[in-house]
Nanobody, 115 residues
């Protein structure tokens, strides 16, 4: 079993930045896929950023150029740096890690962007 704990969410004004962290309870060195999803009220969960074990990243078009996913395997942590946040980025952000063919989810952290 792997427990994931997200942190770093909060309320910001449009144009602001946040850095989300997802800490795993065990090593993520062997993970081939780590990702951030988000879910806004009334909408389906959306994959927004992913990173492979080899460090290859991918982003949904709506966050490309504004968000950056990264990982620190020594700290068992996946990050999501979010810049130039906009109201449409308001959602619960969830971390997902696939380890030995099993997916694990955190509880999510709320991000609210408003003026």
């Amino acid at each position: 079993q792997v427990q994931l704990v997200e942190s770093g969410g909060g309320s910001v004004q449009p144009g602001g930045s946040l850095r989300l962290s997802c800490v795993a309870s065990r090593s993520i060195y062997a993970s081939n896929f780590m990702a951030w999803y988000r879910q806004a009220p009334g909408r389906e969960r959306e994959l927004i950023a992913s990173i492979t074990g080899g460090g290859v990243t991918d982003y949904v078009d709506t966050v490309k150029g504004r968000f950056t996913i990264s990982k620190d395997v020594a700290r068992n942590t996946v990050y999501l740096q979010m810049n130039n946040l906009q109201p449409e980025d308001t959602a619960i952000y969830l971390c997902n890690v696939v380890l030995f063919l099993k997916g694990y989810w955190g509880q999510g952290t709320q991000v609210t962007v408003s003026s």
